[in-house]
């Protein structure tokens, strides 16, 4: 279930999304299969359509030339770095000897039901390594090589290597579209990386903003340019020169728009912002403090400037902003995972004021979030823009979607340690419904900010 609040609250059933487009960034052919001779049917075959493909896209995976009812695993691989993850479905072929995710039930494995993309983002980190990993891709440049198999009999995960293969092929997921430039930015004190579509111009301008892991994630940034908006993956501490810890101050971000927002392949329209997490809240002071931030999408977002550790802060002018410090002695831990949002309570000072700011606002939560208390940060944002009569805001509220709504179709990611503070983080969510959510959320945030940015008027 989604639950909409906006001007005129209304609950709706979650819809989805089905998604058609398709490129070629390789020469390779658009149905690729391999063979493998299997001892019970002869030839059989598994083959996915499109072989290369945007990470948001849908793959139809099929396997052919089994006997009627005979019993498969269906799996999913990836290392990226030095992480491997996996994926495994049951299925019992139909009477033509054919599986067809799309339209059949997995029975067990690493997810059930009719899952087209179930492979995707119900992949789990394979045996043997730390706990805790997130999958982020790093070089944007290269794509997910995922591998796909069907393997005789249902197996499970511990015995997958072993079991025995008919077939197996290899798909490539990207981030990046063929065509789209990324280029490294020094500007001033200004650090990031900027994408701009392949075609045309000028483009929606979007800046994208991650957490407090620092850093500089790179691949929703790439994601958004590849669907035809330029944007600059911002980083803001513990990348390059910047600090090493979180204590910036706005006039960093108001020179980052400024300078993004005046170059000629911007649109006239003003700036939008996305953040996720810490990244969210540092959207909304901007936007707070900044007019040339027209829209804002937060993923996440408490309704305060929240600090974690002694030696964060934020300023503005000089002067330090108004924050609520997270009292570590009312962190509730369960099954070794920090829970965060049972610090929040509606006494936090820092509250984050948006009611004067024009820009036009996508306030996106999963309902089962560890790391934020949704129902408080969702009902102090209405009520700041209800008590001014203000109607410029939409707030999506996800059940059992956690904190991590990132584009769909990556694994979902539970909890994660976290490198900054040294814990391991319970994010929240259950995989199926998270990965529901992130499809529907991923729609409508393309959505708001081809409404909201895609005007243009001599500069």
Not at 28 to 49: E, P
Not at 64 to 70: K, N, Q, T
Not at 332 to 351: N, Q
Request: charged residues 20%; contains cysteine; proline residues 4%.
């Amino acid at each position: 279930m989604l639950m909409i609040m906006s001007a005129a609250s209304v609950l709706c059933k979650l819809r989805w999304i089905s998604v058609g487009s398709f490129f070629n960034a390789q020469k390779v052919t658009r149905l690729h299969s391999a063979r493998r001779l299997s001892s019970s049917t002869g030839l059989v075959k598994i083959r996915a359509d499109p072989v290369v493909s945007l990470l948001d896209k849908k793959v139809d995976i099929s396997v052919f030339g089994l006997a009627p009812e005979e019993r498969v695993t269906v799996s999913a691989s990836l290392t990226e770095r030095d992480m491997r993850f996996h994926s495994w479905g049951h299925y019992i072929a139909n009477d033509h000897g054919q599986v067809k995710l799309a339209t059949m039930d997995c029975i067990g494995g690493s997810y059930s039901g009719v899952e087209p993309m179930g492979l995707f983002w119900s992949m789990v980190q394979m045996p043997g390594q730390r706990k805790g990993m997130r999958l982020q891709k790093r070089d944007i440049t290269t794509p997910y090589n995922v591998t796909l198999a069907v393997h005789q009999e249902h197996v499970l995960q511990d015995t997958l290597d072993s079991a025995k293969t008919f077939a197996q092929t290899v798909i490539y997921r990207h981030y990046l579209s063929k065509g789209v430039k990324r280029i490294p930015i020094r500007e001033g004190r200004v650090r990031g990386v900027l994408f701009i579509p392949k075609e045309g111009g000028p483009f929606p301008g979007i800046i994208d903003l991650y957490g407090t892991v620092g850093g500089l994630p790179e691949h929703r940034a790439a994601l958004l340019a590849s669907h035809g908006f330029a944007t600059l993956a911002l980083a803001y501490f513990d990348y390059e020169d910047l600090p090493k810890f979180l204590n910036v101050d706005l006039e960093y971000f108001e020179e980052a728009i400024h300078w993004f927002g005046n170059q000629k392949y911007i649109m006239t329209s003003g700036v939008g912002i996305i953040g996720l997490s810490r990244g969210s809240e540092m959207a909304m002071m901007a936007a707070q403090h900044f007019q040339a931030v027209k829209a804002v999408v937060t993923i996440a977002a408490t309704y305060c400037n929240a600090l974690y550790g002694e030696e964060e802060g934020v300023s503005f002018r000089g002067q330090p902003i108004p924050s609520c410090r997270i009292d570590p002695s009312k962190v509730k831990v369960e099954d070794g995972l920090i829970k965060p949002r049972t610090c929040f309570h509606s006494g936090l000072k820092g509250e984050i004021q948006l009611t004067h700011s024009d820009a036009q606002f996508l306030f996106v939560f999963g309902a089962d979030d560890g790391m934020v208390n949704v129902p408080l940060s969702a009902k102090m944002l209405e009520n700041q823009f209800r008590e001014a009569g203000k109607t410029n805001y939409e707030i999506l509220i996800y059940q059992d979607a956690g904190h991590l709504l990132e584009p769909p179709y990556a694994p979902f990611c539970g909890s994660s340690y976290h490198k900054v503070y040294k814990v391991y983080l319970d994010c929240g969510g259950q995989a199926k419904e998270h990965a529901r959510s992130e499809e529907d959320a991923w729609k409508r945030i393309l959505q708001f900010f081809d409404k909201h940015l895609r005007v243009n008027t001599p500069k």
